[in-house]
């Protein structure tokens, strides 16, 4: 049976190679996950089947960007919604600048309290659409996930790139069709795409991670 909005559930424990992984960032991200068990669901943040599994779906899925950014710089997460992968590279990447654009409000003030809570100082939160960032300066690496496909990704954020910079997005299985559609888009925005299976340290899937660098 499916669970429901609002149905008990027992927590996911995260593994003693999960507690290695994200070292000395752990406790943070553990108490970000507390978080999401307490108000993820309440607040329309997480789906009901996916409370059970916030450290393998989520918190352990976002964290397969930490090896794709560069060691200082700019990071901006389009489309933020429950903060991930944003919250977790501004935990576990602390040199980091990193700006979340998030257009809904409820999701917003959910992030805001988050920042608060976990005293990142590393963080600005935005209230816009990626679009609406377009001339306002550029971004070293962006990040996405769970937003769109390739092809609309690229459309979309191209524009907030900078030179050199890279497009760094989480995807499932379908990465390589994705990639395969967009081929158009990447050639037109002068990117080039490579696409990096990432095995996950909790479950049997992998994650992949496409990182289209700006050529020019």
């Given at each position: ?5 609002g149905?008990?559930?027992i ?8 507690r290695?992984?994200?070292?000395p ?21 997480v ?14 899925n976002?964290?397969?960007v930490?090896d ?12 933020s ?19 979340l ?12 309290d ?10 600005t939160?935005h ?5 609406e960032?377009r ?8 990040t ?12 979309m ?11 760094v ?17 990447l ?9 990096h ?13 496409v ?6």
């Amino acid at each position: 049976m499916k669970r429901k909005v609002g149905d008990p559930f027992i927590p996911e424990q995260p593994t003693d190679e999960v507690r290695e992984f994200f070292g000395p960032a752990f406790s943070d991200v553990e108490e970000y996950v507390h978080m999401l068990e307490e108000e993820g669901e309440i607040r329309g943040l997480v789906g009901p089947r996916e409370m059970p599994r916030l450290w393998s779906r989520h918190a352990v899925n976002a964290a397969a960007v930490l090896d794709f950014l560069p060691r200082s710089g700019q990071i901006l997460d389009i489309g933020s919604g429950a903060g991930l992968p944003g919250i977790i590279i501004a935990i576990c990447r602390p040199e980091l600048d990193v700006h979340l654009a998030e257009p809904m409000q409820r999701r917003c003030e959910w992030l805001s309290d988050v920042i608060d809570h976990l005293a990142l100082d590393n963080v600005t939160l935005h209230q816009v659409r990626a679009e609406e960032l377009r001339g306002k300066g550029q971004a070293d690496v962006i990040t996405a996930r769970a937003v769109a496909n390739m092809s609309k990704l690229i459309r979309m954020t191209t524009k907030l790139i900078a030179p050199g910079g890279s497009l760094v997005a989480l995807k499932g299985r379908r990465a390589p069709i994705e990639i395969d559609e967009a081929a158009k888009e990447l050639k037109s925005h002068h990117l080039r795409a490579q696409i990096h299976e990432v095995p996950s340290i909790m479950e049997e899937e992998s994650t992949y991670v496409v990182v289209c660098k700006r050529q020019k």
